[in-house]
């Protein structure tokens, strides 16, 4: 049995702990609420680019002078993951499930004898994934200096995606992350970027004016070959958003759940604390009396 | 007094402008264009330039916008730009550094039309600089 002593100390040091969980758990409301503003006002640009993306590719109807990054480059040897996690841990299974879902991804890809490649967003999918498939990954992409999250940082993944298939580098490009529901549900997808062409059935239907004769300036091909690349940036760069506010989200209820048990434990260990004290102090009064009752 | 119709200016980080204007004036990447209600579709992309908005209180407002795409249909416009400042908070040291980027591209180019692209690129950019300095 714990001495009295050792007992005090623990409560002591479980009540510290609980008060750092706590003070976790509000900072990161405060940035939960933040982070799904951010998420909320960045809405509008990739809804109406997806209308703008709908109009002109049926003006273009599937045409030859479609891009390749549209089209894709007709094989599906070499896939490209991009892997967006978070920077931090302490958020639950975010993390975790993110990278599980790739992993399994990745398992499915090898099985079927194609090449992977990933790319890293975020330390903590660096760390999961390094362990099996650390030959994979090419690039590991740090965002932990930046405070907030800018389009820049979007497309500075995006240009180096492009880049990387304009050489040849893979033929699909996969992107992970996690879907914000609510606070304590976060869901684990994958969408396919490159070839667009399947994304494209996430894209809203054509706005009202979809069937208005557009006329267009430069010619078509050239418009969407500047606009595909914009809309994978602005895809990854909702990913982002989407992350941040999940981790946030995860990272509240991991922190509230941490808070609970704190609890939990402090409740029980002064029961057997108060037990404990409440034994000694009968042994010694037993003492006494014994002593007494002898003389 | 003019028609006024709906327009809307939105960056990837938020919806900057949503409001009933007279005109506008796009920087259109094949020169600039004013649009005014009941104007004919047209996609276009635009440049780095300024948008001028004529709201339909009568008041101007001018935007610096870098590079996107405006859609316009009869009922009202789009713009959907790359990134997007009022001309009050414009930043000339982020102006300055973007030209440097720009310049630097231009010299990296390794074939002929990214040079070309990456100079046009430059020059519009200049050409935006000058047009704001004495503001």
Known sequence: MASLKDLRNRIASVKATQKITKAMQMVAAAKLRRAQEAAEAARPYSERMGAVLANITQAIGGGGDAPALMTGTGRDDVHLLIVCTAERGLCGGFNSQIARLARDHIRRLLADGKQVKIICVGKKGYDILRRDYASMILERVDLREVKTLGFVNADAIARKVIHLFNEGGFDICTLFYSQFRSVISQIPTAQQIIPAGAAGSTAPEATSGGNAVYEYEPEPGEILSDLIPRNIAVQIFRALLENAAGEMGAKMSAMDNATRNAGDMINKLSITYNRQRQAQITKELIEIISGAEAL | ?135
């Not at chain 2, 300055?96 to 519009?124: G, M, N, P, V």
């Open chain 2, 1 to 135: 007094m003019a028609e006024a119709f709906k327009f809307e200016l939105v960056s990837p980080e938020r919806l900057l402008v949503s409001e009933q204007v007279e005109s506008v004036v796009i920087p259109g990447a094949e020169g600039e264009m004013t649009v005014m209600a009941q104007h004919a579709p047209v996609m276009t992309t635009i440049k780095p330039g300024v948008v001028t908005i004529k709201t339909a209180g009568g008041k101007e407002e001018r935007f610096v916008v870098f590079g996107g795409f405006a859609d316009i249909l009869p009922s009202g416009c789009t713009l959907l730009a790359e990134s997007a400042t009022h001309v009050n908070d414009i930043d000339r040291a982020d102006l300055a550094r973007r030209i440097q980027e720009a310049k630097e591209d231009a010299a990296d180019a390794k074939d002929d039309e990214s040079r070309s692209k990456a100079e046009q690129f430059l020059s519009q950019l200049t050409t935006l600089e000058g047009a704001l300095l004495p503001a």
